[in-house]
């Protein structure tokens, strides 16, 4: 298995990129989303990847996240989406719009990825939804953060402890962590503090 793969960009495609890995070439196909997030070529790059093996056919699919590489697992254990498809979802939107599509039942939002119809994106919902949830939206590792930081995780804690609350007041878990994430957190910041300032975002 290949987890990452770290090298020089070679060359930019449509749907994939060639990576120079101590003059090893690696073509890695990779959604649109990642194309516009790439650095120019010449520059070195860290790709998570994917190898997806189908009868002769040995393919590597790849992104800038762990996070994004994650989303890609789960989305071609969905019947009917496969990794093109796959592909096609996160090229129109990110990990967090997926997660918040999923959690809130947003099939047309899906269903905007090419090669993805409304059945489609209804059966991502209904198989990946138990694996979504708040809490994991809040630790999204897009978040550049080091997660081994003491303050990082008291912050972590603090904003799993506002969505709670903004449950319990009645709104669904998908609104209250996305009214959380949308509070410039300070590590000074106490639970009150994030919960008064998530409910503007309400």
Not at 84 to 93: D, E, F, S, W
Not at 179 to 199: C, P, Q, T
């Amino acid at each position: 298995m290949i987890a990452f793969v770290k090298g020089i960009l070679d060359d930019i495609m449509e749907d994939r990129v060639w990576l120079d890995n101590n003059g090893v070439g690696f073509e890695i196909y990779v959604p649109g989303s990642v194309i516009e997030e790439l650095p120019p070529i010449g520059n070195e790059v860290k790709i998570y990847t994917y190898l997806h093996v189908r009868e002769e056919i040995l393919q590597l699919y790849g992104f800038l996240t762990s996070d994004e590489l994650t989303m890609f697992k789960r989305l071609i254990t969905v019947n009917g989406v496969g990794p093109k498809g796959a592909l096609g979802i996160l090229t129109v939107m990110d990990t967090d719009a997926l997660r918040f599509a999923i959690l809130s039942g947003d099939s047309k939002a899906i269903a905007k990825a090419p090669g993805i119809g409304a059945k489609t994106a209804s059966k991502v919902i209904l198989e990946l939804k138990d694996k979504c949830d708040a809490e994991e939206f809040l630790s999204s590792q897009k978040e550049t953060r080091n997660s081994n930081n003491p303050e990082d995780a008291m912050d972590k804690l603090a904003q799993k402890e506002a969505v709670e609350a903004l449950v319990a007041l009645g709104y669904s878990s998908t609104e209250a962590a996305k009214a959380v994430r949308g509070v410039g957190v300070r590590s000074d910041m106490s639970v009150e503090e994030i919960l008064k300032e998530s409910l503007k975002n309400l």
